[in-house]
């Protein structure tokens, strides 16, 4: 029996490349997407750690709300700009008001000759709660015959000993002074004379206060 070789039908040739040509397509096709696939895997990956990156940066400058300012840090000094102002030193005593000095005279003697030295003292006392500055370098010690002034403390510069104008509260300074039975003039001019025997009055001034008058006698 002869069996007879020979080329096959020209349709099978083209179903045969047909079907290698649409293998090939589709093989391609796979490659395409796989790539595909892949590119978009990374940038979605990119964008995620982009993101993630983002609220890391966030969270780590945001404070947290229940977070304390430190107290103790201070802001730094910055050329150029001026530096905090000093808290202003308390204010010194204030001036005394009128009534709440008063001034008394205490010579050591009720009667003397004239000529004699007769040491006087000066009380200067603040009746307030509160301590005050007086003008004490303004005191002065004066004698009056009657109305007439014969003599003061301030003619020939015989100020008050006292050192400070400041009176404490509740409290005073004494000054001394030396009454001799001896006529003054302003500027220490003239010749001193005895004042003559009889009744004088003492008085102390400084600026708009004066003392209540006390007698002294001169023999």
Known sequence: MRLTVGREEPGVYWRRRAIAVGALLALVMVIAIACRAIGSGDDDTDTENTSSETVLNEEATVPADDATPSRDV???????????????????????????????VVPAYESAAAGTDVPTSVLVANGSSQPCLAPIDELALVALAGTEQVF???????????????????????????????????????????????????KAVMADWESEPVTITLD
């Open 152 to 202: 003061s403390s301030a003619d020939c510069g015989d100020d008050s000993d006292i050192q400070s104008n400041e009176l404490p509260a509740g409290d005073g300074e004494m000054a001394q002074f030396n009454f001799q039975g001896i006529a003054s003039a302003e500027g220490c001019a003239g010749e001193a004379r005895r004042l003559p025997s009889g009744d004088y009055e003492l």
């Open 74 to 104: 201070k802001r730094p000094y910055v050329d150029g700009e001026e530096p905090d102002e000093e808290e202003p030193e308390p204010e010194g005593p204030a001036d005394c008001e009128e009534n709440d000095v008063s001034l008394q």
